[in-house]
């Protein structure tokens, strides 16, 4: 150990990432009973049983072997058709599409791919905690764009564009959003993807909400003239299809960046599993249904929750996608933190807290509804009680 407390073989990038905001909160809900938790960001459903079933057959046929770098040859097929059915674009499976452990890795990979030291990527806050030291990592440099309450939290092209420079090489987008909820329009996208031709840059898609969506469908970027050739769209299992410990993502893209990424996937992680990729290949092919009622769920639980806010007064603009909501908590007058350190002791309801996931977080949580509906009236009753003292 040096003097200040952090080992001296630790790399100076790695020394000075900061860490998760919410992971000692994490800690103490971890310890406390009767916690109702809004906090996590993963599907309170089992995977579909077809699903279930397909991995266990997986296994009993002996399917234990590495797969290909790239991943299964009928996974990607049935990845790029399931894109191409449900997105519009069309990609080839043998060279536009890597199958990747989860969509983090995706990220990671495009990230290291991509970037030299003290290049730029811009990317808007609040957004999923990952995004900024992924790209630390990759020694690059994050540049934050705020979205904001008044404008539903969307991204604004002219804000997007004056957080350009000379050193950005890429931005990254998550629409719908963690953990907003928000969405882009058509409008909004057309545009984002003008600013992106306009200074030539790479736009990376972190597209894992897709699926569930309450207003428009699903609309990506990479389907705008101009943005195919431009555009990495990472998509996966984990949400709407429940499937969050599979660990399967996708990454669909020009040849030559599949290429890159793949070189760094094989020689760090190799291939994801097999029993997982066969577990996709079922969930993509015959998964819609179980998917669509678990939406249906979520959509009706969204209602209520966004209701029970507004109702108990803290302003809440309704999500248009995910599972999150993100309620503005100012008229409390605590920060996020306090607010969620106070309603976990006195009311064992645990949120995230806004400042971690963006610097302006502080007067927002966010509750995640990925949770049973007797948990979220129950929890939005001890609220309702927090709130009114
Ligand atoms: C926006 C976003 N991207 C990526 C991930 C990670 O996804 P995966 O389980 O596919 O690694 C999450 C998980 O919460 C997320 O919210």
Redesign the pocket.
């Known amino acids: 150990m040096s003097n200040n407390g952090q080992s001296k073989w630790l790399a100076t990038h790695i020394a000075a990432l900061p860490r998760s905001g919410i992971r000692d909160f994490f800690e103490l809900v971890s310890e406390m009973d009767d916690v109702i938790s809004l906090g996590v960001?993963?599907p309170d459903f089992a995977t579909p049983w077809g699903i279930r079933e397909a991995t266990i057959y997986a296994l009993e046929k002996g399917h234990t072997n590495y797969t290909s770098n790239l991943g299964l040859m009928r996974l990607r097929e049935v990845a790029c058709d399931y894109v191409a059915a449900n997105f519009g674009m069309r990609y080839h499976a043998a060279a536009e599409c890597i199958i990747t452990?989860?969509?983090?890795?995706?990220?990671d990979l495009i990230l290291r791919a991509i970037l030299d030291p003290g290049d730029e990527v811009v990317y808007h806050e609040p957004?999923?905690v990952?995004y900024a030291p992924s790209i630390q990592m990759a020694h690059a440099v994050p540049v934050a764009v705020q979205t904001v309450e008044s404008e539903a939290f969307a991204l604004e092209p002219g804000r997007l564009e004056q957080a350009i420079t000379k050193k950005t090489k890429a931005i990254l987008l998550?629409f719908p959003?963690?953990p907003t909820g928000a969405n882009l329009s058509f409008e909004q996208k057309e545009q984002v993807a003008q600013v992106a031709v306009r200074h030539d840059l790479l736009v990376i898609t972190?597209e894992?909400?897709a699926e569930l969506t309450w207003g428009e469908a699903c609309q990506s970027i990479a389907a705008f003239p101009g943005m195919r050739e431009r555009t990495i769209f990472?998509h996966?299992?984990?949400?709407a299809y429940a499937m969050?410990g599979f660990?399967?993502?996708y990454a669909c893209g020009p040849p030559e960046l599949i290429e890159a990424m793949m070189k760094i996937h094989q020689y760090s992680m190799l291939c994801a599993s097999i029993v997982a990729q066969e577990a996709a290949i079922e969930a993509l092919r015959n998964g819609r249904a179980d998917m669509e009622a678990m939406k249906e769920e979520y959509c009706q639980r969204r209602n209520v929750i966004v209701k029970r806010l507004n109702d108990m007064g803290l302003r809440c603009t309704p999500p248009e996608g995910?599972f999150y909501v993100y309620p503005n908590i100012t008229c409390t007058g605590l920060t996020s933190t306090e607010f969620a350190h106070r309603l976990l002791r006195e009311h064992k309801v645990a949120v995230v807290p806004g400042i971690a996931f963006s610097s302006a977080g502080d007067g927002f949580i966010r509750c995640s509804y990925a949770t049973s509906m007797e948990n979220i009236e129950e929890a939005m009753a001890r609220l309702a009680k927090f709130i009114a003292k």
């Open positions: 960001g993963e452990v989860g969509v983090s890795e995706a990220l957004c999923y990952s998550n959003n963690n972190d894992i909400y990472l996966g299992m984990s949400k969050t660990r399967i993502g995910a």
